[in-house]
């Protein structure tokens, strides 16, 4: 039998004092390079995104997760900062006509796989590899793993959320993962993190919770976007009012007892 | 005394250029999608430049000079692609 003299154990996980390590991490501080929404009043809230972040993006069925999450990757190209995006609900011609005439620049796989966390992990890294993209949309976060095969969808949301914020502080990236949220309510009343579909860990283990609705009662091209929750800023349960205008989502005033407009709404944003 | 236009005359399209993209279309496409990965293969390598010197404004703002170079290029490139498909 092997005996260690832990005395002088000198591994790069060796116990060290909070002095020894506060120094480190003075030697080794970068400035914090953040990007913005530019949605006003959500950068006020969020004060931008930092590297490292894992933000959950939820809400019911066609209530305007994709558009905010298209809205980030146009705005964030604007600040030179370019996305990754895994498609897998839409086909990559259909994908990329909802942004228009105009296609952004962005990456995509070639093909998507689902049910492989292993594989979406190796086309982050190949992406950063190549193109330097320092932020990534997962849309939606259920294709990610086998919910078919799953004994618990909850505990499988769990592995894959805690991954995914392990290789964003790894590798310095924003991770964007859209969830779906319960049904809307049929009052329209509003439906919190708490309603993430089959896991809490979602909510746990993200930096920041968005929850978008729309508001058809308020006007057919109406939402909401309320911070559930911001762990950096402290920010709980905050919303604020958006609206989509070429296809894209833009800060908007609206008094809370405005009066309905317009004859009728679409049920659905589905492009 | 004769006066000498010294304007330069305007660039004319290269006929043999313009015959051999017409016969071998693919072709075209093909060096274009070649410009478009060397321009994005450019910006991810700036953009870890400028990752690499966060400190330092003079390399940050070049980089970003320079990203915003290739990125006016890929637009033009896929406006030329745009033309080419449409053709």
Known sequence: MTTIDLSQYGGEDRVISSLEMAEEIRARRKPTVKFFSKIPALDRLLDGFEPGELVAISG???????????????????????TLWFTFELPPKQFLERFGDRTPLLYLPRIHRQANLKWLLDRIRESAAKYHTQAVVIDHLHYVFDIGRSKNPSIDIGTTIRTLKSLAVEMELVIFVLCHTVKA?????DVGYEGIRDSSFVG?????????????????????????LSRRTGV??????????????????IQEDAPKKGNGTKKYWDD | MTAVCTDPEPTRPDPWKVLVDFLSPGDRRGELLEDLRENQIWIGTLKKVQTAFPMDPGISASCRAFILHHL?????ITEEMRKHDND
């Not at chain 1, 019911?60 to 370019?82: C, I």
């Not at chain 1, 309510?185 to 009343?189: E, H, L, M, R, S």
């Not at chain 1, 919303?239 to 908007?252: A, C, I, K, M, P």
């Open chain 1, 60 to 82: 019911p069925t066609k209530h305007g997760k994709s558009l905010l999450a298209q809205t980030l990757t146009v705005n964030f190209l604007e600040q030179q900062v370019f």
């Open chain 1, 185 to 189: 309510k049929a009052d329209g009343g």
């Open chain 1, 236 to 253: 709980l349960k905050q919303r604020l009012w958006v609206s989509r205008v070429n296809g894209l989502l833009q800060e908007t005033v």
């Open chain 2, 72 to 76: 006016s290029e890929i637009e033009r």
């Open chain 1, 204 to 228: 746990q283990e993200s930096d920041v919770v968005l929850v978008v609705q729309r508001r058809p009662e308020k006007g057919e091209n109406l939402a909401t976007i309320s911070v559930e």
